[in-house]
């Protein structure tokens, strides 16, 4: 492993976020040599601690992960100091401009610099800033800003934070998490469909019939119920992660794998998508909100939620793109909580043979072809099937689906990074392959915004669906229209 050496700033340093999952990155990072003697993070929030009580924090943030050799865990807690600071206050960046300094000297990080911003985004810009007019960037090494969704609430909204941002930061200094790019299937889908003829080859309108994206979550709102109740689905899952992964499937194949031609395909990619007229918006996407059953309380019995909430707990949506590779070819997608199961995963359905030898042709209704199936099963299990059509075993002929499976092994999943350790390491390593731009997220907003405005207006009649099942009916209408079925159904 090639060491990466920076000084790491860390507003929001006693969040959620850091405690659960960014101490646990950076160790797995510590522990295979990409962090070794060269990096320091300073962390910073309202909270007041020293520098020990700090380290106890990290330790206990990571007292989970199994050390590789006695006392690793005591060493990497080293690296961390604290400084109390309230974001809003000019005075106190000078606090930790003179500390970012002094660590980079004391740890040789050779002047580069990474500001993770992991607390509410309402403090981004003024943050952002004050790095500038406050004098914390270097001159001789890399300035580098990760920040966390969400970025903006709309079109507007977003491009209010991007333009703060870009007063302090180029667009290639700028890394926008999305985690859902950090699993590992979603990076399968490139190795997928570049890396085999077999399937790029028939990556398109003339064999695909329709491509299906599920996010489906069984947990309800739980704690984050105050904060959900202000973005709902379609901001908290459609507008960045859903959006994501259809980019990556609609896009064309990049010159080469690397950041700028992967985003270059990917801004493509959604720029044909069509955005869609209200009326439009309005038959092609579905929102639903969970009722009380299966031992729950409803959504709007939740704490920290509105009694008479009109936030969406699911979306389902039909995109269209409007380019030669897929004009004709529905995307469907959808997203809820307390759904049947938590799981991601891809269905890309294939056309069937145009005649069907097999079906007796005096009877109409002898179908026995089904569609073949790719499905990139991301999470819980990672890997992919194929269904193809067999000749069911015995005489007579009739015709069967069976599955060509790969699933990854237990070993194969531990040597995969969570997200938030792949991406912390691409940050420091300066790759964006994984990491929204600013134009992905513009075009993703100004899709997104049509049926949120029709949305904030039009009161819905929820609650729509009971936990456990996989939505509204309304879901099911959505592609039953045109003739189609989600292939996951219960
Ligand atoms: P949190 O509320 O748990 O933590 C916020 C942090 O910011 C705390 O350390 C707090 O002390 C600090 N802070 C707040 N106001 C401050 C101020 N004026 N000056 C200095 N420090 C201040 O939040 P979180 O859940 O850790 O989330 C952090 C970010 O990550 C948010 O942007 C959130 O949307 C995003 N995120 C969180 C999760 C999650 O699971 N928690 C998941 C995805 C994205």
Same mark, same amino acid.
């Given at each position: 492993?090639?060491?990466?050496?920076?000084?790491?700033?860390?507003?929001?340093?006693?969040?959620?976020?850091?405690?659960?999952?960014?101490?646990?990155?950076?160790?797995?990072?510590?522990?295979?040599?990409?962090?070794?003697?060269?990096?320091?993070?300073?962390?910073?929030?309202?909270? &007041?601690?020293?520098?020990?009580?700090?380290?106890?924090?990290?330790?206990?943030?990571?007292?989970?992960?199994?050390?590789?050799?006695?006392?690793?865990?005591?060493?990497?807690?080293?690296?961390?100091?604290?400084?109390?600071?309230?974001?809003?206050?000019?005075?106190?960046?000078?606090?930790?401009?003179?500390?970012?300094?002094?660590?980079?000297?004391?740890?040789?990080?050779?002047?580069?610099?990474?500001?993770?911003?992991?607390?509410?985004?309402?403090?981004?810009?003024?943050?952002?800033?004050?790095?500038?007019?406050?004098?914390?960037?270097?001159?001789? +090494?890399?300035?580098?800003?990760?920040?966390?969704?969400?970025?903006?609430?709309?079109?507007?909204?977003?491009?209010?934070?991007?333009?703060?941002?870009?007063?302090?930061?180029?667009?290639?200094?700028?890394?926008?998490?999305?985690?859902?790019?950090?699993?590992?299937?979603?990076?399968?889908?490139?190795?997928?469909?570049?890396?085999?003829?077999?399937?790029?080859?028939?990556?398109?309108?003339?064999?695909?019939?329709?491509?299906?994206?599920?996010?489906?979550?069984?947990?309800?709102?739980?704690?984050?119920?105050?904060?959900?109740?202000?973005?709902?689905?379609?901001?908290?899952?459609?507008?960045?992660?859903?959006?994501?992964?259809?980019?990556?499937?609609?896009?064309?194949?990049?010159?080469?794998?690397?950041?700028?031609?992967?985003?270059?395909?990917?801004?493509?990619?959604?720029?044909?998508?069509?955005?869609?007229?209200?009326?439009?918006?309005?038959?092609?996407?579905?929102?639903?909100?969970?009722?009380?059953?299966?031992?729950?309380?409803?959504?709007?019995?939740?704490?920290?939620?509105?009694?008479?909430?009109?936030?969406?707990?699911?979306?389902?949506?039909?995109?269209?793109?409007?380019?030669?590779?897929?004009? +004709?070819?529905?995307?469907?997608?959808?997203?809820?909580?307390?759904?049947?199961?938590?799981?991601?995963?891809?269905?890309?359905?294939?056309?069937?043979?145009?005649?069907?030898?097999?079906?007796?042709?005096?009877?109409?209704? &002898?179908?026995?072809?089904?569609?073949?199936?790719?499905?990139?099963?991301?999470?819980?299990?990672?890997?992919?099937?194929?269904?193809?059509?067999?000749?069911?075993?015995?005489?007579?002929?009739?015709?069967?689906?069976?599955?060509?499976?790969?699933?990854?092994?237990?070993?194969?999943?531990?040597?995969?990074?969570?997200?938030?350790?792949?991406?912390?390491?691409?940050?420091?390593?300066?790759?964006?392959?994984?990491?929204?731009?600013?134009?992905?997220?513009?075009?993703?907003?100004?899709?997104?915004?049509?049926?949120?405005?029709?949305?904030?207006?039009?009161?819905?009649?929820?609650?729509?669906?009971?936990?456990?099942?996989?939505?509204?009916?309304?879901?099911?209408?959505?592609?039953?229209?045109?003739?189609?079925?989600?292939?996951?159904?219960?």
């Amino acid at each position: 492993a090639t060491e990466n050496k920076a000084v790491i700033t860390l507003f929001g340093a006693t969040g959620d976020l850091a405690k659960r999952k960014l101490y646990t990155a950076l160790f797995k990072l510590y522990q295979k040599g990409y962090l070794a003697e060269h990096f320091a993070l300073l962390g910073t929030s309202r909270h &007041d601690y020293t520098d020990e009580e700090f380290q106890e924090l990290v330790r206990n943030s990571i007292k989970d992960v199994e050390e590789s050799r006695d006392g690793e865990a005591a060493d990497f807690s080293k690296h961390f100091f604290y400084k109390a600071h309230d974001v809003t206050k000019p005075e106190h960046y000078t606090i930790l401009k003179e500390r970012i300094e002094e660590l980079d000297k004391q740890f040789g990080t050779e002047g580069n610099r990474l500001f993770y911003m992991s607390m509410a985004p309402q403090f981004f810009g003024t943050i952002a800033m004050n790095l500038k007019k406050q004098g914390l960037l270097s001159d001789d +090494g890399f300035n580098r800003l990760v920040i966390e969704k969400p970025f903006g609430r709309d079109f507007d909204s977003a491009k209010k934070l991007n333009d703060a941002l870009s007063q302090t930061f180029d667009e290639n200094q700028i890394f926008r998490i999305d985690h859902y790019l950090g699993k590992e299937m979603v990076q399968n889908i490139q190795a997928l469909r570049f890396g085999n003829t077999i399937i790029e080859s028939l990556w398109n309108n003339r064999y695909i019939d329709n491509i299906q994206v599920t996010l489906s979550e069984k947990l309800g709102v739980e704690e984050r119920a105050g904060y959900y109740d202000q973005s709902g689905a379609l901001r908290d899952m459609v507008q960045n992660h859903i959006m994501q992964i259809v980019a990556q499937l609609a896009m064309e194949q990049p010159v080469s794998f690397t950041d700028t031609d992967v985003r270059v395909e990917k801004i493509k990619a959604l720029r044909s998508l069509r955005v869609y007229t209200p009326s439009e918006a309005a038959a092609n996407f579905v929102r639903g909100q969970y009722d009380a059953g299966d031992g729950t309380e409803a959504y709007r019995s939740a704490d920290g939620v509105d009694p008479e909430s009109g936030t969406e707990t699911f979306v389902a949506a039909k995109l269209l793109f409007d380019n030669y590779r897929w004009s +004709g070819v529905p995307f469907y997608v959808r997203t809820g909580k307390k759904l049947a199961d938590k799981f991601t995963r891809i269905d890309v359905v294939f056309k069937k043979p145009l005649i069907d030898i097999f079906a007796d042709p005096r009877n109409e209704s &002898d179908q026995s072809l089904n569609s073949n199936v790719l499905t990139i099963f991301v999470e819980p299990k990672s890997g992919f099937a194929m269904q193809l059509n067999a000749k069911r075993a015995g005489q007579g002929f009739t015709t069967q689906p069976v599955d060509l499976k790969y699933l990854q092994s237990d070993s194969d999943k531990k040597e995969s990074p969570e997200p938030y350790e792949r991406l912390f390491h691409d940050a420091l390593e300066g790759n964006h392959t994984n990491f929204a731009s600013w134009a992905e997220i513009a075009y993703a907003w100004k899709f997104v915004d049509v049926i949120r405005k029709l949305w904030d207006i039009e009161k819905p009649q929820f609650p729509n669906y009971t936990p456990g099942s996989m939505g509204p009916a309304a879901s099911d209408e959505l592609l039953a229209r045109d003739g189609r079925k989600w292939v996951y159904r219960l």
